[in-house]
Every structure is written in structure tokens, then in C-alpha cells.
Nanobody, 121 residues
Framework: QVQLVESGGGLVQAGGSLKLSCAAS??????YGWFRQAPGKEREFVAR????????DYADPVKGRFTISRDNAKNTMYLQMNSLKPEDTAVYYC????????????????WGQGTQVTVSS
């Protein structure tokens, strides 16, 4: 059974940092992504990583502040978030794609339960 379990969310002041983790069990995937959903808004793409190559892709609002990475041995993906802003406040979801991924939610097959990130001003 495939499971994606996020952890690492919390409350942080603006300018601070958090590191999210996404532990995958059951199998490995072609690529993984992070999405987020702020209150009253649609879920949006944050970043993605190709598992074998380690290549990455970032949404413009987080480029230069967030870093996505993975640990193959632990089958775990990470999102290091630095210089956090109040507008980064959202529920963050990790997702896994069996084949080709994109910035679109529909290309991902499995989703985690989400972890809350709150950035205070």
C-alpha cells in the first residue's frame, strides 16, 4: 500500500525557516512534488523533483527561497523553506507521480494528508 506522510509543518515568524519531509512507502516514483493551498485559494504548485536525476523545478514565488531535495536511501523528499513570508501560509501537500510529472495536479497519482505551515508577520 502506498503512503505519503508529511511532517515538519508549524508556526514560524516571517524571515524564518522550516523543513518539510515527505516519507514514501510502498514503492518509489518517477518524480515527486510539493503543492500548497492557502485559505480561500486553489491548490498551487510549489516545486518538484525527478527521483533518478535529482533535477528540480520551482514556482516563481518560491524560487531562490525554497529547496526541494530527496534521500534515495530513506525514500524521503524534503522541502527546505527559507526567508518565509506570511503569504507562504498554507497547507503543504506532497505528491508522487508514477510517470511524467508536471506542475499540474492531475499528473500526480498519490497525495499526502498535508501539513500546516503558518508564517506570522
Amino acid at each position: 500500500q502506498v503512503q505519503l506522510v508529511e511532517s515538519g509543518g508549524g508556526l514560524v515568524q516571517a524571515g524564518g525557516s522550516l523543513k518539510l519531509s515527505c516519507a514514501a512507502s510502498g514503492r518509489t516514483f518517477s518524480s515527486y512534488g510539493w503543492f500548497r493551498q492557502a485559505p480561500g485559494k486553489e491548490r498551487e504548485f510549489v516545486a518538484r523533483i525527478w527521483w533518478s536525476s535529482g533535477n528540480t523545478d520551482y514556482a516563481d514565488p518560491v524560487k531562490g527561497r525554497f529547496t526541494i531535495s530527496r534521500d534515495n536511501a530513506k525514500n524521503t523528499m524534503y522541502l527546505q523553506m527559507n526567508s518565509l513570508k506570511p503569504e507562504d501560509t498554507a497547507v503543504y501537500y506532497c505528491a508522487a507521480a508514477s510517470f511524467l510529472s508536471s506542475r499540474i495536479e492531475a499528473s500526480y497519482d498519490y497525495w499526502g494528508q498535508g501539513t500546516q505551515v503558518t508564517v506570522s508577520s
